[in-house]
T-cell receptor, first 115, second 114 residues
Framework: AQSVAQPEDQVNVAEGNPLTVKCTYSVSGNPYLFWYVQYPNRGLQFLLKYITGDNLVKGSYGFEAEFNKSQTSFHLKKPSALVSDSALYFC?????????????FGSGTRLQVQP | DGGITQSPKYLFRKEGQNVTLSCEQN?????MYWYRQDPGQGLRLIYYSQIVNDFQKGDIAEGYSVSREKKESFPLTVTSAQKNPTAFYLC?????????????FGPGTRLTVL
């Protein structure tokens, strides 16, 4: 069975500093990987995805993520954090060979950006 | 959140009651999903549907039921058999052609049992 791990419940970073939110996955075969962001009492917003190709994926709001097959990781990064980036971030995975195409989500990482 | 609406935003249920959560999308997406979100547990799949009049159980379907009579609508009923229904419920949809893998989410319904 596939799984996603987000090892940090919370990440604190100062505004203007680079941020990283970690994600590792376990899945048979090649994965499709996603990052979503959730603001309080809101639905999830799609940030970016990796399907194939370049290991560095660029997404919305200046975020990017690096796919590392050997480390089975897909860490979310941003060069310069903003206070408005403070939110809950979810990593998700979908194996290529699953018929239902449903996503398996990590438990989420709360990002707190201090001014 | 655009294109997917969920109602109500907040819902309160008494013990023993069934309640229905609405999910409507105008994105012309074929597949629709219901997830449950609990603090510290991420999202868990309840039910999904890839075409009208067909749906499949997800990982935590017990105590829930769905219908898919129209492409645009995928209501979720939380029955009295669901022992711990207090949670945030999220509906999502996805195309079956083109960008087939990205799911788009509604704003959610927060259900509280009184």
């Amino acid at each position: 069975a596939q799984s996603v791990a987000q090892p940090e419940d919370q990440v604190n970073v100062a505004e203007g500093n680079p941020l990283t939110v970690k994600c590792t996955y376990s899945v048979s075969g090649n994965p499709y990987l996603f990052w979503y962001v959730q603001y309080p009492n809101r639905g999830l917003q799609f940030l970016l995805k990796y399907i194939t190709g370049d290991n560095l994926v660029k997404g919305s709001y200046g975020f990017e993520a690096e796919f590392n097959k050997s480390q089975t990781s897909f860490h979310l990064k941003k060069p310069s954090a903003l206070v408005s980036d403070s939110a809950l971030y979810f990593c998700a995975v979908r194996p290529m060979d699953m018929g239902r195409r449903a996503l398996t989500f990590g438990s989420g990482t709360r990002l707190q950006v201090q001014p | 959140d655009g294109g997917i609406t969920q109602s109500p935003k907040y819902l309160f249920r008494k013990e023993g009651q069934n309640v229905t959560l609405s999910c409507e999308q105008n994105l012309n997406h074929d597949a629709m999903y219901w997830y449950r979100q609990d603090p510290g547990q991420g999202l868990r799949l309840i039910y999904y549907s890839q075409i009208v009049n067909d749906f499949q159980k997800g990982d935590i379907a017990e105590g829930y039921s769905v219908s898919r009579e129209k492409k645009e609508s995928f209501p979720l009923t939380v029955t009295s058999a669901q022992k711990n229904p207090t949670a945030f419920y999220l509906c999502a949809s996805r195309r079956l052609a083109g960008d087939r893998d990205t799911q788009y989410f509604g704003p959610g319904t927060r259900l509280t049992v009184l």
